[in-house]
């Protein structure tokens, strides 16, 4: 028998963040649907009715879920109020700085006795439905203004070129010997591991738009001369090396040069779109390589690799990994 999904009554304040993130238009409606728990019917509801929603929360009136007003009204007004443009400007609050915060409020509106305590805190954050959460990803970093002027100039960029020759390339860091920190135990034992390993390496990977082509990744490691590498005459990927294992515009050009010659030699002329990291500093010149910068704070929503291309290559990694070492 199918387990009955677990019904998500929004509040009125809720109801009302999630119409501003609609407004903001940085994420897409099934993602929002899926941060709140509900169902895509629901969030359609919700956008239809959103003239009543706004009209019934500015209003204050009898429609949010039943909870009793805090005592001190005024100050939650401002809290919140307050609360809402740090957000706007994507900057952290915790706990502590919303109680400094109210009693500053509350000191300024003539409460000569009002305490922020633990409990009045929890009790506000409950009536406006505020939660505390970790601070992840670089969405909140975006310029959309650039993205939208970018991406209408994009076709004149695109013009002259197959889909086949453009390509986007970027690089990521890799675990190479991390295992999963979850596993399967059986009950009653305690469930510890060993230290994850730290030994990282730099990967570049690119593909170009029609997704027929897989460029050869460049591995950047810490070891001119890796013991792994032993006795073995050839490589699926170009293998460079530093102290720190990252990406460096000398190393960078070098990848290039190789790339160019190899178009060259099939007498293609390729696009090329990349981030405008420090390391992509250009020294060269190029014969069949025109490079397109990506806009600065813009990539985590314009570059093609970093909308699941990347993950899912870390995704089969991390598979193939296993299977090896599972091998017992």
Avoid at 104 to 125: C, D, R
Avoid at 140 to 163: F, H, M, R, T
Avoid at 184 to 191: A, L, N, P, R, V
Avoid at 260 to 287: G, P
Wanted: proline fraction near 4%.
């Amino acid at each position: 028998m199918a387990q009955k999904r677990k019904l998500t009554t929004l509040s009125l304040a809720e109801k009302v963040n999630l119409l501003k993130i609609i407004e903001k238009g940085e994420k897409k409606k099934q993602d929002i649907a899926k941060d709140f728990g509900i169902p895509a019917s629901t969030l359609s509801t919700i956008i239809k009715n959103k003239d009543v929603i706004l009209k019934n929360f500015n209003e204050n009136s009898a429609t949010r879920k039943k909870m009793k007003l805090g005592e001190y009204s005024d100050i939650e007004s401002c809290l919140l109020k307050w609360f809402q443009q740090c957000l706007d400007r994507k900057i952290p609050i915790n706990g502590p700085i919303l109680r400094e915060k109210a009693e500053e409020f509350g000191h300024k509106l003539g409460h000569e006795y009002f305490k922020a305590s633990s409990g009045w805190l929890t009790n506000w954050k409950i009536r406006n439905s505020v939660v505390f959460k970790q601070v992840c990803g670089e969405s909140g970093a975006v310029d959309v203004q650039k993205c939208s002027v970018w991406i209408n100039n994009l076709p004149k960029l695109i013009e002259n070129y197959s889909p086949d020759d453009i390509f986007n390339v970027d690089e990521t860091g890799l675990f190479f010997k991390c295992l999963p920190d979850k596993t399967f135990i059986f009950k009653g034992q305690s469930c510890s591991g060993g230290k994850h390993s730290k030994e990282r390496v730099t990967l570049l990977l690119g593909a170009n738009m029609s997704g027929t082509e897989k460029l050869r990744p460049l591995l950047i490691g810490k070891s001119k001369k890796p013991r792994c590498f032993k006795q073995i005459k050839s490589l699926p990927l170009d293998y460079y090396a530093n102290k720190k294992s990252w990406m460096t515009s000398e190393i960078f050009n070098l990848w290039l040069m190789k790339l160019d010659k190899k178009m060259v030699s099939e007498k293609r002329k390729i696009l090329l779109f990349i981030d405008n990291c420090t390391a992509h500093n250009l020294t060269s010149t190029f014969n069949a390589i025109k490079v397109q910068f990506l806009p600065p704070n813009t990539t985590s929503v314009l570059q093609p690799l970093d909308q699941g291309i990347i993950n899912n290559f870390k995704i089969f990694y991390r598979k193939e990994m296993e299977k090896k070492l599972y091998r017992l």
